[in-house]
């Protein structure tokens, strides 16, 4: 006689492995983007994906070395990170030597006024790009990082390697333009 043997205590794992979604949620692939945001703006990963060129106009300005997508990171406006009060003191003191050109962004984040002020010359090339009121392809966003800020420019609609970066200034009073018709004619 042979025996039969007793198959009902096995269970299906002790003949096919334990199989476990590799899914994330949600909240774990934002939490993962954070991260490698603030990775690319720590370590400057994007200042080798920009060039600088000299046009006769414009004088300096940006050209992306590389493509990029609609909403992708491109650089972070960098410079000294200030309160609206300190930033037009320091204007103020920019505007007494004509030499000294104005590269202070002014914007509010949660009802506070800031300023990130690019004036200083830096290897740094947000600094660098070009505005139009007509034709950008960049847009500010501010970025906080457990209330360290950051001002950064990300793409606007999909742009194309060589293509020149531009974005918005924004500052639209009558004496601004008045000195600087350019900002809503190009």
């Avoid at 990775?39 to 050209?63: C, F, M, P, Q, S």
């Avoid at 930033?87 to 104005?102: F, M, N, W």
Wanted: some cysteine.
């Amino acid at each position: 006689r042979k025996a039969v043997q007793d198959v009902s205590n096995h269970k299906i794992t002790d003949f096919f492995p334990v199989r476990r979604s590799s899914r994330k949620t949600g909240k774990q692939l934002e939490e993962e983007e954070k991260y490698a945001l603030r990775d690319a703006i720590h370590n400057l990963t994007n200042e080798a994906l920009l060039e600088v060129y000299i046009d006769e106009k414009k004088g300096r300005g940006i050209r992306a070395a590389k493509s990029f997508v609609k909403n992708e990171f491109v650089i972070e406006y960098k410079g000294d990170m200030m309160d609206y009060n300190s930033a037009k003191l320091r204007e103020e003191e920019y505007a007494k030597d004509p030499t000294i050109g104005s590269y202070m962004y002014f914007f509010k984040y949660k009802s506070k006024r800031w300023c990130v002020d690019a004036t200083r010359e830096s290897e740094f090339k947000g600094r660098l790009i070009n505005h139009s009121a007509l034709r950008p392809n960049l847009r500010t966003k501010v970025v906080d990082f457990d209330g360290e800020l950051h001002l950064i420019l990300v793409a606007k609609r999909d742009i194309d390697e060589a293509e020149e970066l531009l974005y918005d200034y924004g500052d639209r009073t009558p004496e601004t333009v008045a000195r600087n018709p350019w900002l809503v004619n190009s």
